[in-house]
T-cell receptor
């Protein structure tokens, strides 16, 4: 079952912050975040395993609330290079396949 | 690093012909490779999971006789779209997972844009 991402799209000015949410109706083992530029393959950002950990990649960080089955991706002081579509991928159990959310299109303007 | 390549990057073929897409892990051996299809402005949809030396596992609704997957070695998986039709036009992306990480991290190839005329 596909996780639900929100919002579907967000427009930011350079330097502004944004939050992208990823929710699942099923218990999760891990959440993966990817960014995809137009016409290119997704690029791995980070994985969060159950346990409520938080991770960071440049000024992009994420949290995973196992009880709520929800992960949030935080874009802090956004840069033009952050533009793209962000996908969360969820794994229900170790060794299982990734199921991707519908994506969130992010546009950072100067 | 973990580099995955795909070939070709773009292909245009006529309806009824077959097209083969290669996916290679360049600097690691991939126990498992995955094939995804992505339509414009949509998410990645898993088509099949490919394990070296064994038959691929196809997702529900994916025709295994139409999308033939061969995972001949730990660094190469191929997807053949047989008797292609215009509705098969899409962006096909493979990914590979490193041994010892379960399927935790998947590294994606650059994708192959297939256009069937």
């Amino acid at each position: 079952q596909q996780p639900v991402q929100s919002p579907q799209a967000v427009i930011l000015r350079e330097g502004e912050d944004a939050v992208i949410n990823c929710s699942s109706s099923k218990a999760l083992y891990s959440v993966h975040w990817y960014r995809q530029k137009h016409g290119e393959a997704p690029v791995f950002l980070m994985i969060l395993l159950k346990g409520g950990e938080q991770k960071g990649h440049e000024k992009i960080s994420a949290s995973f609330n196992e009880k709520k089955q929800q992960s949030s991706l935080y874009l802090t002081a956004s840069q033009l290079s952050y533009s793209g579509t962000y996908f969360c991928g969820t794994v229900k159990a170790a060794g299982n396949k990734l199921t991707f959310g519908g994506g969130t299109r992010v546009l950072v303007k100067p | 690093g973990a580099v995955v390549s795909q070939h070709p990057s773009r292909v245009i073929c006529k309806s009824g012909t077959s097209v083969k897409i290669e996916c290679r892990s360049l600097d690691f051996q991939a126990t498992t490779m995955f094939w995804y299809r992505q339509f414009p402005k949509q998410s990645l949809m898993l088509m099949a999971t490919s394990n070296e030396g064994s038959k691929a596992t196809y997702e529900q609704g994916v025709e295994k006789d139409k999308f033939l997957i061969n995972h001949a070695s730990l660094t190469l998986s191929t997807l053949t779209v047989t008797s292609a039709h215009p509705e098969d036009s899409s962006f096909y992306i493979c990914s590979a997972s490193k041994p010892g990480t379960g399927n935790y991290e998947q590294y994606f190839g650059p994708g192959t844009r297939l256009t069937v005329t």
